[in-house]
T-cell receptor, first 114, second 109 residues
Framework: GAGVSQSPSNKVTEKGKDVELRCDPI?????LYWYRQRLGQGLEFLIY????????KSGLPSDRFSAERTGESVSTLTIQRTQQEDSAVYLC????????????FGPGTRLLVL | QKEVEQNSGPLSVPEGAIASLNCTYS??????FFWYRQYSGKSPELIMS????GDKEDGRFTAQLNKASQYVSLLIRDSQPSDSATYLC?????????FGKGTRLSVIA
């Protein structure tokens, strides 16, 4: 595909369940970012991957959140023991260069924790 | 804490007017600046980037940068109702982009 894709587009889960969100970046993009956007709020940085370097996890809000990326391909964001405050849109972006340059966003995954 | 600040709005302008959106940032070392547009229920879309002091024009959009004042702005000329959206200012802080909370623009027909 031409752009960043994310799946699922919507996810409804019960409190305490684990969820896994997927991001397929644009082919050849070395950098990949995850952000969270709560309703009516700004973008909150979660984690950043650059090639095979150690990821920048400084934005992860708790140890219930983790993310993986293999090389320069797909990334998964996992939220364990979901809480209602985890409800948000989770956005993935990829970038063709390192150094925090601009990013192309995917359509997001809308997560609702009941 | 390195920050990017924007007025949340809403900023209402009549159709055909100039909309002026402002952003300040705290990191004096920042070298690149981006404006994103986000329609309701959609993901952000990059519309402008600027790296040097001064103005950069692209169609109806002009980005203005003043590094001494740590200030970046976006002007939208001949505003259209389709410009109604939230505009996010973004600044790289080390590696990840740090976004302002955005300014909601409403263009009234």
């Amino acid at each position: 595909g031409a752009g960043v894709s994310q799946s699922p587009s919507n996810k409804v889960t019960e409190k305490g369940k684990d969820v896994e969100l997927r991001c397929d970046p644009i082919s050849g993009h070395t950098a990949l970012y995850w952000y969270r956007q709560r309703l009516g709020q700004g973008l909150e940085f979660l984690i950043y991957f650059q090639g095979n370097s150690a990821p920048d996890k400084s934005g992860l809000p708790s140890d219930r959140f983790s993310a993986e990326r293999t090389g320069e391909s797909v990334s998964t964001l996992t939220i364990q023991r979901t809480q209602q405050e985890d409800s948000a849109v989770y956005l993935c972006a990829s970038s063709p260069t390192s150094g925090g340059s601009f990013g192309y966003f995917g359509p997001g995954t809308r997560l609702l924790v009941l | 804490q390195k920050e990017v600040e924007q007025n949340s709005g809403p900023l209402s302008v009549p159709e055909g007017a100039i909309a002026s959106l402002n952003c300040t940032y705290s990191d004096r070392g920042s070298q690149s600046f981006f404006w994103y547009r986000q329609y309701s229920g959609k993901s952000p879309e990059l519309i402008m980037s600027i790296y040097s002091n001064g103005d950069k024009e692209d169609g109806r959009f002009t980005a203005q940068l003043n590094k001494a004042s740590q200030y970046v702005s976006l002007l939208i000329r001949d505003s259209q109702p389709s410009d109604s959206a939230t505009y996010l200012c973004a600044v790289p802080q080390n590696t990840p982009l740090v976004f302002g909370k955005g300014t909601r623009l409403s263009v009234i027909a």
